[in-house]
């Protein structure tokens, strides 16, 4: 069966930069669209950035110049290179991934912004 995992979440300071990988396994698919989503505790699940499988990228205005979407089809892998760090960023990074049509949801990756 299919699984998105991700990883790479932590605890950095103010303006500092953390990697989270997306990996989709199980499956003889390639992924196509991905999405990667945040949800801080109160808050609804919001939209960060997503690259389609023609590599269009489109970001939230809340991360544009410091978010950096990426895809590696062959490996199944997605990255979402975040720079520049602030504590509004502190939340849960969801990877939503596209594969032969359907899309799967990983558990999220706990990242906290916080001096």
């Known amino acids: 069966q299919v699984q998105v995992v991700e990883s790479g979440g932590g605890s950095v300071q103010p303006g500092g930069s953390l990697r989270l990988s997306c990996v989709a396994s199980?499956?003889?698919?390639?992924?196509?669209?991905v999405a990667w989503y945040r949800q801080a505790p109160g808050n609804r699940r919001e939209f960060v950035a997503a690259?389609?499988?023609?590599?269009?990228?489109s970001y939230a205005d809340s991360v544009q110049g410091r978010f950096t979407i990426s895809r590696v089809a062959a490996q199944n892998t997605a990255y979402l290179q975040m720079n520049s760090l602030k504590p509004e960023d502190t939340a849960v990074y969801y990877c939503?991934?596209?594969?032969?049509?359907?899309?799967?949801w990983g558990r999220g990756t706990q990242v906290t912004v916080s001096s």
């Open positions: 939503a991934a596209e594969l032969n049509y359907a899309n799967y």
């Open positions: 690259i389609t499988s023609t590599d269009s990228l």
């Open positions: 199980g499956t003889t698919y390639r992924i196509t669209n």
